[in-house]
Nanobody
Framework: QVQLVESGGGLVQAGGSLRLSCAAS????????MAWFRQAPGKEREFVAG???????????DYADSVKGRFTISRDNARNTMYLQMNSLKPEDTAVYYC?????????????????WGQGTQVTVSS
């Protein structure tokens, strides 16, 4: 059974940092794109950052404009774990953050392109 478990959320002041982790079990996802999404109260779930394998032993990452330069996505295939380093946090970053595994190796933004989801971890940034 595939399971994704997020951790690392919490309460932080504006300007602070958090590191989210997503541990996968039940399957190896090294060849699949993975991503972080977030959902704030009353809003739709939105793409935050994604990462996929690229030929040449390198990973390609993409970010939403709202987090570029502040967030960094990475993955450790040996641990089947993905991370999201979040720096210079803003109150508007407050949301439940979800990790997800895509249905294919390619990276995509739409929610429907993702097959497996974690339960989410709350990130709250105070002003």
């Amino acid at each position: 059974q595939v399971q994704l478990v997020e951790s690392g959320g919490g309460l932080v002041q504006a300007g602070g940092s958090l590191r989210l982790s997503c541990a996968a079990s039940g399957r190896t996802f090294s060849s699949y794109a993975m991503a972080w999404f977030r959902q704030a109260p009353g809003k739709e779930r939105e793409f935050v950052a994604g990462i996929r394998w690229r030929a040449g032993s390198a990973y390609y990452a993409d970010y939403a404009d709202s987090v570029k330069g502040r967030f960094t996505i990475s993955r450790d295939n040996a641990r089947n774990t993905m991370y999201l380093q979040m720096n210079s946090l803003k109150p508007e970053d407050t949301a439940v953050y979800y990790c997800a595994v895509a249905k294919a190796p390619s990276l995509a933004a739409p929610v429907y392109d993702y097959e497996y989801w974690g339960q989410g971890t709350q990130v709250t940034v105070s002003s």
